[in-house]
């Protein structure tokens, strides 16, 4: 059964500092990869998406992710970090081109933003 | 609309009662998805619309939850009898055509905080 593993529960990083979040899936073939961020009292709000083509995806506030099949990892970065970047975040796969696309979710990374 | 839209955004209730959760997907979307998000059992799938059929109930988690969608746009989740391990936030989602092409993303509503005393 696929699986999705974010290994940090909480990470907490200075204002202005860099971001890596990790991420690792576990599936039968390279799904279509997702990163979601959530922020208190809200819903999902999708940064970024994988299909297929270039490994480095570009998402919007300033974040990417890295595709890396070998390691079967999708890593969100972001170089310098906003406090209002303090929120939780989901990686999520979906079986490619598969009717009903439900979405397989990691456990959440909580970000903190120290000032 | 915008955007998926739920109500109510709050919902406090009785264990034993029966609920009732609205999802309003973004005009157009064939596909409508409900997740639930609980603290035990973090982001987890329940149920797929196309149209108005369901093809896919398999999170559904007993025979207590159902859920329809009338006229290809607005789904009710129900969950009767609830019971204390009901209380989650409840999102939907809709997407474009739910074919799995890649172009076809799925867009969040804020959800319906449950809460069963």
């Known amino acids: 059964a696929q699986s999705v593993t974010q290994p940090d529960i909480h990470i907490t990083v200075s204002e202005g500092a860099s971001l890596e979040l990790r991420c690792n899936y576990s599936?039968?073939?390279?799904?279509?990869l997702f990163w979601y961020v959530q922020s208190p009292g809200q819903g999902l709000q999708l940064l970024l998406k994988?299909?297929?083509?270039?490994?480095l995806v570009q998402g919007i506030k300033g974040f990417e992710a890295e595709f890396k099949r070998s390691q079967s990892s999708f890593n969100l970065r972001k170089p310098s970090v906003h406090w209002s970047d303090a929120a939780e975040y989901f990686c999520a796969v979906e079986p490619i081109k598969a009717a009903g696309n439900k979405l397989t979710f990691g456990g959440g990374t909580r970000v903190l933003v120290k000032p | 609309g915008a955007g998926v839209s739920q109500s109510p955004s709050n919902k406090v209730t009785e264990k034993g009662k029966d609920v009732e959760l609205r999802c309003d997907p973004i005009?157009?979307?064939?596909?409508l998805y409900w997740y639930r998000q609980s603290l035990g059992q973090g982001l987890e799938f329940l149920i797929y619309f196309q149209g108005n059929s369901a093809p896919d109930k398999s999170g559904l988690p007993s025979d207590r939850f159902s859920a329809e969608r009338t006229g290809g746009s607005v789904s009710t989740l129900t969950i009767q009898r609830t019971q204390q391990e009901d209380s989650a936030v409840y999102l939907c989602?809709?997407?474009?055509?739910?074919?799995?092409?890649?172009?076809?993303?799925?867009?969040f509503g804020p959800g319906t905080r449950l809460t069963v005393l």
């Open positions: 005009s157009g979307h064939t596909a």
């Open positions: 989602a809709s997407s474009l055509t739910g074919t799995g092409a890649s172009t076809d993303t799925q867009y």
């Open positions: 994988y299909f297929s083509g270039d490994t």
């Open positions: 599936y039968g073939a390279t799904p279509y």
